[in-house]
């Protein structure tokens, strides 16, 4: 027998109380019946009318807007962003809240996940719970950091270019995003007709002057010529665009890369191949992982999920010609970048795959440093247990998901690690996004 369909509560209205701030750009509150919503555009401590946009009679959660603000939060102000608020641009979560609260929100997210998922307090992670605003970005309450540098558009029935909806595939037309960098506003991609196409990725580098546009066609339609208000070169991806991103890119006309800036080097970045996206946010990365490892001449080092070789290249830079660094990376279009980015180095060398094939391949019995920079579902039990077994000095977490790195965090302590010192920076002001670097070490030494 079927079970009957549970009764939707989309469009249904609760009033209640704000309670704390969840990892994912929202507060919990609970019905009077008990039901757990989670509420986006709302504010710990606040009274709302909240408006379920997901969820049915006896689920486990229920997601809701604050559609009506009955008592305001002392960190509330009037959201910049006009395409800001319930049921419109899902890009940023926290237009709604002062800088300085934002930062204090991430915190307690981070926080939050640490315990839950490691066990740890921020004083047993070495942290001291301040959130990092990137250089440039502490800003009054109002002003807006535009740190985007690259942008995916997505493009409406009609051609026009905007961006998504929070969890949904409708499009929010805009004439300007805020929070967009200079250099992608300035191509002015929001003034053109788009008709035919599925999405544009808008690329401005750091530190030189390329421009790149990605398009992506629906299928059977033409590419259109791309007249934009600067020069850019211009490439065509294949929908939907591959996991691991460059794969079905082709270039259409100009460089099919782009050269981004980072600690004294250039780096290339062919197809819409991942870099940071916050222009500081690479230094500030290299920095605080150097500043945790304290490479030392002639050690060696792995760069792990090592992209087009930023880590790889800093160390590099600092073991010296008696170091020796070995970086892992899937995207094999990356992997040509990284080897085209370090071929100064003799003694880097990079592999191409998955750090989960390829690292029990190796042979490598013993490191001195470890780097890993995994995507959003972080390393995993396997390759944490594995790198617990190579006895590094000292092993660099970079982490653009807490959740993650709380699970693997966990594994390394079972694996004899702990985590030495914590930094958490904000490089992804407006959003709920959040970026770590953990520092661990043996327990049972401390170095
Ligand atoms: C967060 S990025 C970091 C890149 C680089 N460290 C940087 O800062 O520019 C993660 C990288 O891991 C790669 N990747 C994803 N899953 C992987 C896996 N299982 N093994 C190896 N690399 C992977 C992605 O292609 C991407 O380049």
């Given amino acids: 027998m079927q079970a009957?369909?549970?009764?939707?509560?989309?469009?249904?209205?609760?009033?209640?109380?704000?309670?704390?701030?969840?990892?994912?750009?929202?507060?919990?509150?609970?019905?009077?019946?008990?039901?757990?919503?989670?509420?986006?555009?709302?504010?710990?401590?606040?009274?709302?009318?909240?408006?379920?946009?997901?969820?049915?009679?006896?689920?486990?959660?229920?997601?809701?807007?604050?559609?009506?603000?009955?008592?305001?939060?002392?960190?509330?102000?009037?959201?910049?962003?006009?395409?800001?608020?319930p049921g419109r641009c899902g890009g940023c979560d926290w237009q709604h809240a002062k800088p300085g609260a934002q930062r204090r929100l991430k915190g307690e997210v981070v926080a939050e996940q640490l315990k839950r998922?490691?066990?740890?307090?921020?004083?047993?992670?070495?942290?001291?719970?301040?959130?990092?605003?990137?250089?440039?970005?502490?800003?009054?309450?109002?002003?807006?950091?535009?740190?985007?540098?690259?942008?995916?558009?997505?493009?409406?029935?009609?051609?026009?270019?905007?961006?998504?909806?929070?969890?949904?595939?409708?499009?929010?037309?805009v004439d300007h995003c805020m929070i967009a960098a200079?250099?992608?506003?300035?191509?002015?991609?929001?003034?053109?007709?788009?008709?035919?196409?599925?999405?544009?990725?808008?690329?401005?580098?750091?530190?030189?002057?390329?421009?790149?546009?990605?398009?992506?066609?629906?299928?059977?339609?033409?590419?259109?010529?791309?007249?934009?208000?600067?020069p850019v070169s211009v490439m065509r991806a294949e929908e939907p665009r591959g996991r691991e991103g460059t794969g079905g890119v082709h270039r259409v006309h100009g460089r099919p890369f782009v050269r981004e800036r980072a600690d004294g080097r250039t780096h290339r970045v062919g197809g819409g191949g991942f870099w940071q996206v916050h222009p500081k946010a690479a230094d500030t990365l290299v920095t605080a992982v150097m500043q945790g490892l304290l490479p030392r001449?002639?050690?060696?080092?792995?760069?792990?999920?090592?992209?087009?070789?930023?880590?790889?290249?800093?160390?590099?830079?600092?073991?010296?010609?008696?170091?020796?660094?070995?970086?892992?990376?899937?995207?094999?279009?990356?992997?040509?970048?990284?080897?085209?980015?370090?071929?100064?180095?003799?003694?880097?060398?990079i592999e191409q795959g998955k750090v989960e094939a390829v690292l029990p391949r190796t042979g490598i019995t013993e490191v001195d440093l470890v780097v890993l920079d995994p995507p959003r579902a972080g390393a995993g039990k396997k390759t944490v247990e594995h790198l617990s077994s190579l006895g590094a000095r000292r092993i660099a977490y970079v982490a653009c998901d807490p959740a993650a790195l709380a699970r693997d965090v966990a594994y390394f302590r079972e694996g004899g690690y702990r985590v030495r010192t914590l930094r958490v920076f904000d490089l992804f002001p407006m959003t709920h996004h959040v970026e770590c670097v953990a520092i661990l070490e043996p327990a049972a030494k401390g170095s």
């Fill in 4 to 85: 009957e369909p549970r009764k939707s509560l989309v469009g249904e209205e609760y009033e209640v109380e704000i309670g704390p701030v969840a990892h994912g750009g929202h507060c919990i509150a609970r019905t009077s019946t008990g039901q757990v919503l989670f509420v986006r555009h709302a504010l710990p401590g606040e009274r709302v009318v909240a408006r379920v946009t997901e969820g049915e009679e006896g689920a486990r959660f229920l997601r809701a807007d604050a559609v009506e603000v009955l008592s305001p939060s002392k960190d509330r102000i009037e959201a910049p962003c006009p395409y800001a608020g």
């Fill in 117 to 173: 998922l490691a066990g740890l307090t921020p004083e047993e992670a070495g942290w001291d719970g301040t959130v990092m605003p990137a250089e440039g970005d502490k800003l009054p309450a109002g002003e807006v950091p535009a740190w985007r540098t690259r942008v995916q558009y997505a493009v409406d029935a009609s051609g026009r270019a905007g961006l998504r909806r929070h969890r949904s595939h409708e499009v929010e037309p």
């Fill in 182 to 230: 200079p250099g992608v506003t300035e191509l002015g991609i929001e003034k053109r007709d788009w008709a035919g196409m599925a999405s544009i990725e808008a690329i401005a580098a750091t530190g030189s002057q390329d421009r790149q546009v990605i398009l992506t066609p629906r299928a059977g339609a033409r590419l259109p010529l791309v007249e934009l208000d600067k």
């Fill in 297 to 349: 001449k002639g050690e060696t080092a792995l760069d792990l999920y090592c992209g087009v070789g930023l880590f790889a290249g800093a160390l590099a830079d600092r073991l010296g010609e008696k170091g020796a660094v070995l970086g892992i990376e899937s995207g094999k279009r990356a992997v040509e970048d990284a080897r085209h980015n370090l071929a100064a180095f003799d003694r880097v060398r």
